[in-house]
């Protein structure tokens, strides 16, 4: 009788790891597959007959074998991810690199606007007004907008 009641509970762990399984391919990143492979591999240890509740040697085997499914899984998913770090712009790395205008920027107002690093910034000149189209250097950044002049 105890061993329908771990061939139930086996087969139980085996469809709710394959679920997150399922979870994890949807949602990518949501990290279900370290239980999932957890699991499924003491779902199989159940259906083997492994009475990892009951007996000391069948605890110590679960523990393992869910501590080493556990880490190869963790292994296995940070090799298959990229290793960039995400790319993070803030206007204080943006002094000293260069941009072009896209709308006339002048010394008194935030009306001005600039293209660097592929993004868009609010922006006043350290002096005269620059039209859109001229190319510009990123001298300092004040608040939330940058302070450039022209190249």
């Known amino acids: 009788?105890?061993?329908?009641?771990g061939v139930a509970l086996g087969w139980l762990l085996i469809l709710a790891?394959?679920?997150l399984l399922l979870v994890e391919v949807h949602s990518p990143g949501f990290f279900a597959t370290v239980p999932a492979t957890v699991m499924i591999a003491l779902g199989i240890?159940?259906?083997l007959g492994v009475d990892i509740y009951n007996s000391g040697w069948g605890a110590i085997v679960g523990v393992t074998v869910a501590i080493v499914a556990g880490g190869i899984t963790v292994y296995l998913y940070?090799?298959?991810?990229?290793?960039?770090?995400p790319t993070t712009v803030s206007r204080d790395s943006l002094i000293g690199r260069e941009g072009i205008v896209t709308k006339a920027v002048d010394h008194k107002t935030l009306n001005g606007k600039v293209n660097v690093s592929s993004a868009e910034w609010s922006a006043h000149s350290t002096g005269a007004t620059i039209p859109a189209g001229k190319k510009v250097k990123v001298v300092d950044s004040?608040?939330?907008?940058i302070v450039v002049e022209e190249v």
């Open 142 to 145: 004040e608040g939330v907008h």
């Open 45 to 47: 240890l159940l259906l």
């Open 1 to 5: 009788m105890v061993l329908l009641e």
């Open 78 to 85: 940070s090799r298959m991810t990229p290793d960039e770090s």
């Open 17 to 19: 790891g394959a679920v």
